[in-house]
């Protein structure tokens, strides 16, 4: 399985960016993919994620409110749009996934498959 993010970028504190990450390789149908990130001098943590199969939506309490993760099943891509960004956002975004997972993308640390990230930058 292959993850490529694309979308980062710099924005103002307030703005809004959307982030894309389209997937290849999967063999089964009902996977997990989600949103990590790290900044610089923390740990990784897990943003958000979503089953392929149903739609169902996760999100780490630092993303409630604020960011969306959707999919498009047609393109096995999948999307975080984050709105109302803030400097603490800034970081290293990954998408990441797990293949073949039997639903439990709400378990961030199962996820097993990554992509090279993408650099989001929030300045106030």
């Known amino acids: 399985v292959q993850l490529v993010e694309s979308g980062g970028g710099s924005v103002q504190a307030g703005g809004s960016l959307r982030l894309s990450c389209a997937a290849s390789g999967f063999t089964y149908s009902r996977n997990c993919m989600g949103w990590f990130r790290q900044a610089p001098g923390k740990e990784r943590e897990g943003v958000a994620g979503?089953?392929?199969?149903?739609?169902?939506?996760y999100y780490a309490d630092s993303a409630k409110g604020r960011f969306t993760i959707s999919q498009d099943n047609a393109k096995n891509t999948a999307y975080l749009q984050m709105n109302s960004l803030k400097p603490d956002d800034t970081a290293m975004y990954y998408c990441a996934a797990i293949p073949n997972s039997g639903g439990y993308c709400w378990q961030f640390y199962a996820y097993n498959t990554w992509g090279q990230g993408t650099q989001v930058t929030v300045s106030s």
């Open positions: 979503i089953d392929t199969a149903n739609g169902y939506m």
